[in-house]
């Protein structure tokens, strides 16, 4: 049901999880941990996957914490549930106990920030315009803001689509090339003519380690090419399927 990285489990202060798709109750194509507000699956279904989520986590149900992700660079600060209304933005951080961050995610990266010195965490939806942007520095920011120090944060990428499953054409090279010059490393060629393979968790990787932290994982799980056990964005279009599930991937501070 979920995966953890040994660099975050260190910490007894931290609790996290990159829930896989097993251990709901949803059906069909979203089968069956579907854990995204934002999808046509039952409302029900959906609620009672982020509560076991929220067990799993060992905080409050209304304390799993989402936002309304629109692939911005934006991070917010957390205090506690929000009203009737989500903010828009991609990250999120917070220092309150008890309160779980949660991205949602079905290709694009998930990833999860701690300084456990400093009881500072945070947690970004890292898709490639959002990587470009500079959602990952907002995040390192904000954390800095509350208290944390880059040198002992940690980051960690959950399962993200890999570059052996993402093929681009050449108005997403072309644009890539515009805002983020120089990275032309994380393109190699594909079969089809005028289109590349993006190495889309290279590219958050090398955003981090730039950025200057204390350390990067990447838990190097493609979610296109794991059925059995991530949700897919790119999987679902390939097959002119109607929706798709979301991925959950989340942090919190022990009380």
Same mark, same amino acid.
């Given at each position: 049901?979920?995966?953890?990285?040994?660099?975050?489990? /260190?910490? =007894? *202060?931290?609790?996290? #999880?990159?829930?896989?798709?097993?251990? @709901?109750?949803?059906? +069909?194509?979203?089968? &069956?941990?579907?854990?995204?507000?934002?999808?046509?699956?039952?409302?029900?279904?959906?609620?009672?996957?982020?509560?076991?989520?929220?067990?799993?986590?060992?905080?409050?149900?209304?304390?799993?914490?989402?936002?309304?992700?629109?692939?911005?660079?934006?991070?917010?600060?957390?205090?506690?549930?929000?009203?009737?209304?989500?903010?828009?933005?991609?990250?999120?951080?917070?220092?309150?106990?008890?309160?779980?961050?949660?991205?949602?995610?079905?290709?694009?990266?998930?990833?999860?920030?701690?300084? /456990?010195? =400093? *009881?500072?965490?945070? #947690?970004?939806?890292?898709?490639?315009? @959002?990587?470009?942007? +500079?959602?990952?520095? &907002?995040?390192?920011?904000?954390?800095?803001?509350?208290?944390?120090?880059?040198?002992?944060?940690?980051?960690?990428?959950?399962?993200?689509?890999?570059?052996?499953?993402?093929?681009?054409?050449?108005?997403?090279?072309?644009?890539?090339?515009?805002?983020?010059?120089?990275?032309?490393?994380?393109?190699?060629?594909?079969?089809?003519?005028?289109?590349?393979?993006?190495?889309?968790?290279?590219?958050?990787?090398?955003?981090?380690?730039?950025?200057?932290?204390?350390?990067?994982?990447?838990?190097?799980?493609?979610?296109?090419?794991?059925?059995?056990?991530?949700?897919?964005?790119?999987?679902?279009?390939?097959?002119?399927?109607?929706?798709?599930?979301?991925?959950?991937?989340?942090?919190?501070?022990?009380?």
């Amino acid at each position: 049901m979920l995966i953890q990285a040994p660099t975050l489990s /260190a910490s =007894s *202060g931290i609790r996290h #999880a990159f829930f896989t798709r097993q251990g @709901g109750v949803s059906e +069909g194509i979203y089968a &069956s941990l579907n854990g995204g507000i934002g999808s046509s699956d039952e409302t029900e279904r959906v609620k009672e996957n982020r509560r076991r989520m929220a067990q799993a986590l060992h905080v409050k149900p209304d304390a799993l914490i989402s936002v309304y992700q629109v692939h911005s660079p934006d991070a917010v600060l957390v205090e506690g549930p929000w009203g009737p209304e989500r903010p828009k933005a991609d990250a999120m951080v917070t220092k309150v106990p008890g309160l779980a961050l949660a991205i949602t995610t079905a290709d694009c990266g998930p990833v999860l920030f701690a300084d /456990a010195e =400093s *009881g500072v965490i945070g #947690a970004a939806h890292a898709g490639w315009r @959002g990587a470009v942007t +500079g959602v990952l520095e &907002s995040t390192i920011t904000a954390m800095e803001n509350l208290g944390a120090q880059r040198s002992r944060i940690v980051a960690v990428l959950g399962p993200t689509i890999s570059q052996k499953a993402y093929e681009v054409g050449p108005e997403f090279v072309q644009r890539f090339a515009e805002e983020a010059p120089g990275h032309e490393r994380f393109f190699k060629a594909s079969e089809k003519p005028d289109h590349a393979m993006f190495d889309l968790p290279g590219f958050i990787g090398a955003r981090l380690n730039a950025a200057g932290i204390g350390g990067f994982t990447d838990l190097g799980l493609c979610t296109y090419s794991d059925e059995e056990r991530f949700f897919s964005y790119r999987r679902t279009t390939h097959r002119k399927e109607p929706d798709y599930g979301r991925l959950i991937s989340a942090i919190a501070l022990t009380p």
